[in-house]
């Protein structure tokens, strides 16, 4: 069974990843049976479908959250990352080696569709609101729209641009004039967050209030006008963007829970607040009267206190929340280490330190994980129930290499990791667990070593070194065998 929810980094780790292979997770390749690229110039249509036949899309799947999981790609791009997740969708943002200009990769889970078509690079129209895509979807059936909010440069006019898989029509060749209430203004508001809920299309400003739209206005052929809803004002007082303040992702949030909306602010980042009185609140959205309800707040204090908290640091603030797409109860809170001036209000994040499921109802923290790399916090992560969907979508487990094997479960990696807990700018090293036999290699016992062996490779009928230390790579053949330095036995000349 899978989990019914996942949290992933959103950076997709690609071949340009030294650690592509470098975790304890197993990885599942992602069934791919239509695959399609288009909206590319005649010239270059051909090539961006062979890169897209040369692409395998796998996934790593944690047991459950707080624990991270993460996508990967191998072939044909050297940064991805993912810009939305809705339902059985996931869109992939990624550069292709070689190629002007970025590109999207939509995956489908229910349909196991791939299709990639290049990033708006109409220099008529500009970016307003955001720069990301957002996906919408009717109330009913299993069509859906990528949409880009922007400005047709000459008239001025705000609009909504669109690609809808269903369509024949080229990629963001539709295009809907926007009608905004009076009090919506572009030109100052910005779009952190974007997402789909009963019918309507949401553009969260985090600092201001919500836009919203309905979904019908998008999907109507016959209108040219989206009239826009109205402004959902936040519960907490509204302040302009401040690039010198951190980012909003660092201590808000929004997205739906089941059947609501819900906000999550956490206070000390735009003005100094003790650190034991630092409050995490979460806010309810009623839908029949557009107003937001408190639902829990919580200090720091009172959370060194919950059961599950156990000896964690107790110097560390909460940081970067996140919803649960499933529970209502739970909000996914990280502790870590924040810098900045008092005198000048800046506060920045600067260590994470651990993930903490928090369930807010109960007063425990059910589950909680160190973070052992940081480079994932610059692209922040995402929960959601994408994996619900992955039973029928995957195309079975495979090797360290990305290749699919025919066993029935996935394969560990075969080497243990040095973990590393990051804080303060210290590393704290895990002793590794000791090697036993780790198989043949072409009729020669693989020795017995106490240090994680990387790539093994092939050694055309020699026995491979045994080492202790100092083991070197070198290319034989298309393998890769260990050189050691000293305490060699039965060494052999291969090639």
Known sequence: MFPSEVVLERRVRTDADEDLAATNLPLFILKCKDRKAEGYAAAKLEIYNQRLEDMVIGVRLADEPPAVSYLAIRGSASFADIVAVDKTVIVIRLDIPGETGLSY????????????????????WAYVLSSRV??????????????????VVDGGEDSLFLWRPSSSSPPWSKKRKCSFPGLIDWSVNQSNMEFSFNGHTYWADLLCGVFYCSCNTLFDDNSSVVKFGGFIRLPVKPVRHNRRT??????RTMGVVRDSIRFVSIDGFQDYVELKDRTVT???LLGHDQHWEEEHKLSLETLWGFEGFGDLPKDLTPMYPLLSMEDT????????????????????PSTPCFLLAVDMTNKIVRSSVPLEDEDHWFSSLVSCGFSLHLQKALDGPCDDEGIPTKKKHPIPLKKPRMKKLVRGGRNVAESPIPMKKRGKCHGGNVAESPIPMKKRGKCHGGNVAEASIHMKK?????????????????????C
């Not at 990769?105 to 008529?124: F, G, N, T």
């Open 105 to 124: 990769l939509i995956y489908d889970a229910v349909a196991l569709s791939l299709r990639m078509i290049p990033a708006p690079e109409d220099h008529s």
């Open 134 to 151: 957002s996906v919408a979807r009717p109330c009913s059936g299993t069509d859906y729209a990528l949409v880009h909010t922007g400005r």
């Open 246 to 251: 951190a980012r909003l992702a660092s201590y």
């Open 282 to 284: 979460v806010w309810k």
């Open 329 to 348: 109860d739970i909000v996914y809170l990280v502790l870590g280490e924040c810098g900045g001036n008092p005198l000048k209000r800046r506060f920045f």
């Open 474 to 494: 070198r290319k034989c053949h298309g393998g890769n065998v260990a050189e050691a330095t000293i305490h060699m036995k039965n060494k052999r000349m291969c």
